[in-house]
Every structure is written in structure tokens, then in C-alpha cells.
């Protein structure tokens, strides 16, 4: 137990990068050096992150822990790699609501966004391969991204586009002029409208939080969807500025992406808030991966599953994909952010330069040009 908590504290500190680089160094760390897992056990634990909502990369230290030293092995193994990146977030959280403001701050997040634009770009192409397998994922992305668009809520074109997905897959020849006009239809967009404006309450908060948690699939950067379109546009919560800082600190601090969450919770309440949003978004995937990790095996070789999470991820790229596109049009552009965006673009995409590198880049030009 203390060799498991002593190894996720430090990938905890040195885990940048994004879940790709996570699983690379949970491998490295727990396959190659300490031989806990042969490379099949491991693909078994990382194939089952995928069939649940939730961060990957999260999930998989979980069912590390779990694997190696039961539920307390799980919960150690959790706490000591999201509470560095928690911890961190924290800290320039506090830093931010003080000093956010100031002309310098302006300055070096001017550098920052056109980065943070890149590294999106850069997730949606990574990305698209996989969540667009087929003709009908396309044009279920298409459709979610045109639906999105036109104002309808994210959770609700989760939920109804995939299960409609999976019954007109199923049967096809009954559903499917149904499955088109009926999505189209008045009726079905006025039940989907948006969420009208809330007030801000801690416990709206945690409930937010763990909605996100128990059902964003796919890469963490589909939370910014989630969280723009609430938290942005409908309640009022946050300005765009805000979530563009929340997501660049996330994207900037080692750990998980999730750990955004940690930020806006502080933004938006203090400690206290920082507290609820992070318990609150990691401890839907805690408690999913205790219960599905014994249906590993069944979950993975089940084609019903496979079809609606294909429709899911579909589904969440069009989403991020939405996302990326409206923070692009907030961005002030004039010669240095576009120069920023097109070279980061470049060497994020052909030359695989570490985006933790590139915004550090990005900080140091907007203070010293501006």
C-alpha cells in the first residue's frame, strides 16, 4: 500500500501531458519497472475505461489500485493522484481571484489562449479517426454539432441521440425515417431546450459536477462543452474569459484535465467550492469502476454496448468540436495570437512539441511583446 501510494503521489507531480501521456507513464511505472500487470492485464484495465464515463486516465488508476490492493487500494491510489494536481489548481486559483486582473496576468493569458485553441484543434483531428468510424457516426456528429448549435443541451442530445442511435442500428427498416424526423421535429427540441437561468448554490454546484462525471465519455476537453454551455451561457456563472483561464490551468498543471473543475469551483465559492466540484467530479467514475471492474471481460466482447458508446463518442467529439469553435470565435484575434495559433497548430500537430512547453512559450511572448 505504501509502495501504490508513494508512486501515484509522484505521477501525481509529474504527470503532464494529458491522459495519453498518463497511460504511457502508468505503463512505463506499473508494466515495465515494477511488473504488477503483464501488458494484457493492462489493456484489459484500460479497455474497460473507455466502456464508462469519466476520464480515462483516472479510471485507470483506479482500477490499478483496485487490482492491486482492493478498495483501500483503489481509494489511496485516487486521492494521491488527483490531490497534487487539486492542490496546485488550488493554489493559483487563489492567486488568480486576487491578482486575475492585473495588466500582467492580461498580458501572459493573451499569450495562453491561442495555444489552448491549437491544443484543442489538435484534439479534435487526434481524435476524429476514432469517433468517426462510420458514415452514420458522421452524420450523427453533424447532426448533434447543428443541434448544439441551435441551443440544445448537451446532456439532453447525449442521452436521446445515442439511444436513438442504438434503436434505429437495431432495427433500422421500422426506425429509420422515425429516427430523422422525429429528432428534427418541434416537439422533441422544445422538450430539449435549454435549461433556464439558475442561481448559484453549492449544492447546484456539486449537483452540476456530478452530472458531468457520470456522463462525459471521451476526452476531457468534451467538459468544456458542458461547461460553457451551462455554466456560460444559461446560468451565468462564469464569463467565456474565465473558462478559457479554468481550462489553460487545467491543461497547464500536471494530473488530470478534470482537475478544471478544482478552479471553477474556487472561482465560484472559495475552498469550499474547490472541494465539492473535485469530489464531485471524479466520484461518479470511483464508484463506476468499483462496480464494472468485475464485468470487465463481459462488457468488452458485448456488441450492444460497443454500438452506443460508438454513438456517445461520436457524439462528444461533435460537442468538443462545437466548443472549440465558439472559444475561437470569442478570441481577440490580431498578428501575434494569429501567429501563436498557426505556429502552435504546426508544431503541435507535425512535431509533437509538449503543449505544457508551448504555453509556457505562449505566456512568455504575450509578456514580452505586449
Known amino acids: 500500500m505504501k509502495e501504490l501510494a508513494i508512486s501515484f503521489l509522484r505521477l501525481g507531480f509529474i504527470a503532464f501531458g494529458g491522459p495519453a501521456a498518463h497511460i504511457s507513464l502508468f ?6 519497472r515494477k511488473k504488477w500487470f503483464t501488458h494484457g492485464e493492462f489493456l484489459d484495465m484500460l479497455g474497460a475505461t473507455h466502456l464508462i464515463p469519466g476520464p480515462n486516465s483516472t479510471e485507470l488508476v483506479f482500477h490499478i489500485g ?37 495588466p500582467d496576468a492580461q498580458n501572459m493569458m493573451k499569450g495562453i489562449y491561442p495555444v489552448l485553441i491549437a491544443i484543442i484543434i489538435q484534439a479534435i483531428l487526434r481524435l ?4 468517426l468510424k462510420t458514415l452514420p457516426l458522421k452524420s450523427l456528429a453533424i447532426l448533434s454539432g447543428v443541434l448544439s448549435f441551435l441551443g440544445v443541451s448537451e446532456i439532453a442530445l447525449l442521452l436521446s441521440l445515442s439511444g436513438l442511435f442504438y434503436l ?44 458531468m462525471g457520470s456522463l462525459l465519455f471521451g476526452s476531457g476537453y468534451a467538459l468544456i462543452a458542458f461547461i460553457r454551455g451551462d455554466l456560460v451561457e444559461r446560468w451565468r456563472w462564469l464569463s467565456d474569459a474565465q473558462l478559457l483561464d479554468a481550462i489553460t490551468v487545467g491543461q497547464f498543471t500536471p494530473g488530470p484535465l478534470l482537475t478544471t473543475s478544482t478552479f471553477i469551483g474556487y472561482i465560484l465559492s472559495g475552498p469550499k467550492g474547490a472541494l465539492i466540484a473535485t469530489v464531485a467530479i471524479f466520484l461518479p467514475g470511483f464508484i463506476l469502476v468499483y462496480v464494472s471492474a468485475p464485468l470487465i471481460s463481459k462488457l468488452r466482447k458485448s456488441q450492444r454496448a460497443g454500438r452506443i458508446l460508438d454513438a456517445v463518442n461520436a457524439i462528444s467529439w461533435s460537442l468538443m468540436t462545437v466548443a472549440g469553435i465558439q472559444l475561437f470565435q470569442g478570441l481577440h484575434l490580431d498578428f501575434l495570437s494569429l501567429g501563436i495559433l498557426i505556429a502552435s497548430t504546426l508544431l503541435l500537430i507535425r512535431f509533437r512539441v509538449s503543449s505544457m512547453i508551448l504555453i509556457l512559450a505562449g505566456a512568455a511572448m504575450g509578456i514580452m511583446i505586449n
Open 128 to 131: 476524429h479517426k476514432t469517433a
Open 27 to 32: 505503463e512505463e511505472e506499473f508494466v515495465h
Open 66 to 102: 483496485l487490482k492491486r490492493e482492493g478498495f483501500k487500494g483503489m481509494l489511496v491510489a485516487g486521492l494521491c493522484f488527483i490531490s497534487p494536481a487539486a492542490l496546485i489548481v488550488g493554489i493559483i486559483a487563489h492567486i488568480y481571484s486576487l491578482y486575475g486582473t492585473l
Open 168 to 211: 434505429a442500428h437495431e432495427s433500422s427498416k421500422l426506425l429509420g425515417r422515425k429516427f430523422n424526423s422525429t429528432l428534427l421535429g418541434p416537439g422533441l427540441l422544445g422538450a430539449f431546450s435549454s435549461t433556464p437561468h439558475l442561481t448559484y448554490s453549492d449544492t447546484s454546484l456539486a449537483v452540476f459536477f456530478l452530472k
